[in-house]
């Protein structure tokens, strides 16, 4: 462990480094509010993690990164500040944040997580898709279906549709269907709880491409229902990932009983904003193995 004086020091050459990166910071806001508003909450749950009893002050959350007090306010108030791969890293710290959280800091400063494919050299981009379609509409008994980062469904097999029918629906949305229909709030079993965790996936989605004007677009769909809105303010949660969760359907028209299923989510190597989904049902479960 480093002595006093040697952490001294050490925070003094960080401040040293980010004076002028304070000092260039534009007047110009994030292109989402999503950002500042888990910074603030992150503070406080730091807090409740360290038996506080209220969120970090600024000024603590600062001094542990070993920057000034300004820089940190202007990166919460939601203004653009550099942020390099060690301030990140720091920040996680001082913030005491989980590995979700860190990949949603880490995905708004490096422009997105998960990396889409070059238009040109090897195989067409087309090429890509009919070959991801036709990995989608397989024949099997179990749903699959292909969407793209705002959760458009481009495309699904017999078994979805069949289990789902508003996926035959032109521009039909997942995330829009499970939050804002009648429909998936009868059919998904404790729908409030897994309401919850659709919108931190929609929140991780929007910290990590601030600018994408397709995500901005959904969440105002969602967040004009005030169920929804209910819930977003209530919890800042943010979820990288679903892959492996396990949910009950209400689905009569396929079933009398409750089908417990368990989503499988793979993202290709190359387009890994797109995500190819298998529902299994779990074993004991109507149609399961």
């Given at each position: 462990?480093?002595?006093?004086?040697?952490?001294?020091?050490?925070?003094?050459?960080?401040?040293?480094?980010?004076?002028?990166?304070?000092?260039s910071v534009s007047d110009g806001k994030c292109g989402t509010d999503v950002l500042p508003d888990l910074l603030r909450a992150w503070?406080?749950?730091?807090?409740?993690k360290m038996n506080?009893?209220?969120?970090?002050p600024q000024k603590e959350v600062a001094d542990r990164m070993c920057v000034s007090e300004r820089w940190y306010r202007n990166l919460e108030t939601g203004l653009r500040v550099p942020l390099s791969t060690e301030v990140l890293e720091r920040l996680s710290q001082a913030l005491l944040l989980g590995p979700d959280e860190r990949m949603a800091l880490y995905g708004y400063a490096l422009g997105g997580a998960g990396g889409e494919s070059d238009e040109g050299g090897g195989e067409g981009p087309s090429d890509f898709m009919d070959e991801l379609a036709e990995l989608a509409s397989v024949q099997t008994d179990f749903p699959s279906y292909l969407t793209d980062r705002a959760w458009n469904v481009l495309d699904h097999n017999a078994a979805m549709a069949h289990w789902f029918p508003w996926?035959?629906?032109?521009a039909a949305n997942l995330m829009r269907w499970a939050l804002t229909t009648a429909t998936a709030r009868e059919q998904i079993v404790d729908w409030p709880r897994h309401a919850g965790q659709y919108l931190a996936l929609l929140r991780f989605a929007l910290v990590t491409r601030p600018d994408d004007e397709n995500l901005a677009a959904l969440r105002d769909t969602v967040l004009?229902?005030?169920?929804?809105?209910?819930?977003?303010?209530?919890?800042?949660?943010?979820?990288?990932?679903?892959?492996?969760?396990?949910?009950?359907?209400?689905?009569?028209?396929v079933s009398p009983e409750t089908i417990t299923v368990t989503s499988q989510v793979l993202l290709p190597a190359y387009r890994q904003e797109l995500r190819y989904v298998l529902l299994l049902p779990t074993e004991g479960s109507p149609h399961g193995p």
């Open positions: 462990m480093g002595s006093p004086g040697n952490t001294q020091r050490k925070c003094s050459r960080a401040v040293s480094r980010h004076a002028q990166s304070v000092s503070r406080a749950e730091a807090g409740s506080r009893g209220r969120p970090l996926v035959r629906e032109p004009d229902d005030p169920v929804c809105r209910g819930l977003w303010d209530r919890s800042p949660k943010v979820l990288a990932y679903r892959h492996g969760h396990r949910y009950e359907l209400r689905l009569p028209h």
